[in-house]
């Protein structure tokens, strides 16, 4: 199995990246004040507007490791990728497919099957450790309602139909996410998901941890040799990664949802970490900024089993483990796409 | 994990080309903790590629180079006092 490597994250808007030998060098006014050999990296992620030199983007496409740049904010700006890589038959299987109604659906079904059984599995979770200060009525309710999208995924005939049960859960499911806020109620609650901008801390949280899965999701599609932006359940659309999107739907309540309730439920992040800007949307601070960037290292390097390879991996590596299997399906080494559950 | 350690003569012209030359090939790969001494992440293959450039760099008559495997659980292996406190490779790197 592949070894998950560091990301190196920017911060400073006055930095800037250049190369030296096989070296990431970061300076600040001409000051050289960090330095990494590139094979220690899997990607570097930049907040901020100095930028990086050419010959850096060429080491990173060289090493295949994912350059992105970001507002300080967290909105996605841009990414450098370097030659397509991997095999143009996968891709052109991937094409096929995404073109095929029914066999999109096909996936599509798994991807959303995925999202809704690791929604449950995070209501589930809170039902079990938290079930006394919790509203269980409301959360069995919600939980109820799942199952019965999630009978009625089967049956769907096509992809707008599909959607509606997406959406459905979706909203149910950010309805009662509230509930599985235990602690600091005042700076951190949910009615609804929002975003571009996010109105509240919970909302700007989440946000920003989609971002940064959004990153390793999309590497990891490109480091098995598929197209990140030809999707199956996302349609296309110039310049969104639908295919990272997809695969994203089944990793955000294990990898980012979870996450967020934490490190809000454990007080590692506060109501001091977000203000809110004139027109209405929450940011969050540097501080927060650093606070949730730890966070999201941290949890990337837990171990788990995974249930379909039966293997030890880093939580990290999960975007990649699942690349693999689809490239693996379309392939047709294996005969279904195996989303993750978790458990 | 690896630490590489080297002692190169300067006594001649080569040999300080041939310092500058290590000192190099060794910052390509790792960290460099103090003047002469390397902390190198790396997996097999790419050792077997540092090996193999310093081994055909120094001169084996005036020249010394020492490879020291600390393996996975280097942390525990490693206890730092004093200036230029280095970074860990696998920690949280925000700058």
């Keep these: 199995m592949k070894k998950l490597l560091n990301t190196l994250y920017v911060t400073t808007p006055e930095s800037y990246l250049l190369r030296e030998g096989e070296n990431v060098v970061i300076k600040i006014n001409n000051v050289e004040k960090f330095r990494i050999p590139i094979h220690n990296l899997e990607g570097i992620v930049c907040f901020g507007y100095m930028g990086a030199s050419p010959q850096l983007m060429r080491l990173c496409t060289d090493n295949n490791v994912g350059l992105s740049f970001l507002t300080p904010h967290g909105k996605f700006l841009g990414r450098v990728h370097g030659r397509i890589r991997g095999n143009v038959l996968l891709r052109r299987t991937q094409y096929r497919k995404a073109d095929n109604e029914e066999e999109s659906l096909d996936l599509a079904r798994c991807f959303i099957i995925g999202k809704i059984v690791n929604c449950r599995t995070v209501l589930g979770r809170s039902i079990r450790d938290h079930g006394d200060v919790i509203d269980l009525d ?21 992809s707008d139909s599909l959607r509606g049960i997406e959406g459905n859960c979706a909203r149910f499911y950010f309805g009662v996410l509230d509930e599985l806020i235990l602690k600091q109620k005042d700076d951190f609650f949910i009615t609804q998901r929002n975003r571009r901008p996010p109105l509240d801390n919970m909302n700007a949280l989440l946000s920003f941890l989609y971002t940064l899965l959004a990153h390793d999701v999309e590497s990891a599609l490109e480091t098995v040799g598929l197209d990140p932006y030809v999707g199956f359940f996302h349609t296309d659309r110039p310049g969104r990664p639908s295919l990272a999107l997809d695969m994203m739907e089944e990793l955000r309540p294990f990898m980012a949802d979870r996450l967020a309730l934490n490190m809000v439920n454990l007080r590692q992040i506060c109501g001091k970490d977000f203000f809110r800007k004139e027109n209405g949307g929450v940011i969050m601070t540097d ?53 993750f559950f978790m458990n | 994990m690896v630490l590489v350690t080297y002692d190169v003569s300067t006594e001649s012209d080569g040999g300080k080309s041939r310092l500058r030359k290590v000192a190099k090939e060794c ?48 942390k525990n292996r490693v206890e730092h006092f004093g200036a230029k406190k280095g970074y860990d490779p696998e920690g949280l790197l925000v700058m």
């Design chain 2, 27 to 74: 910052v390509n790969y790792g960290q460099r903790v103090q003047n002469s001494v390397f902390e190198c992440l790396v997996d097999p293959a790419q050792f077997a590629q540092l090996k193999h450039s310093l081994c055909n760099m120094i001169d084996e008559e005036k020249d010394s180079l020492r490879f020291y495997y600390l393996g996975k659980n280097w």
């Design chain 1, 287 to 339: 501080d927060g900024r650093k606070e949730i960037l730890a966070a999201w290292q941290k949890r990337k390097q837990d171990k788990i089993t995974h249930p379909y390879l039966n293997e030890k991996i880093s939580v990290g590596l999960l975007p990649y483990v699942q690349a693999m299997l689809l490239a693996r399906y379309l392939r047709g080494d294996i005969d279904g796409y195996p989303p």
């Design chain 1, 138 to 158: 409301k959360i069995r309710f919600i939980d109820s309602l799942l199952i019965e999208n999630l009978q009625s995924i089967d049956s769907c005939l096509n």
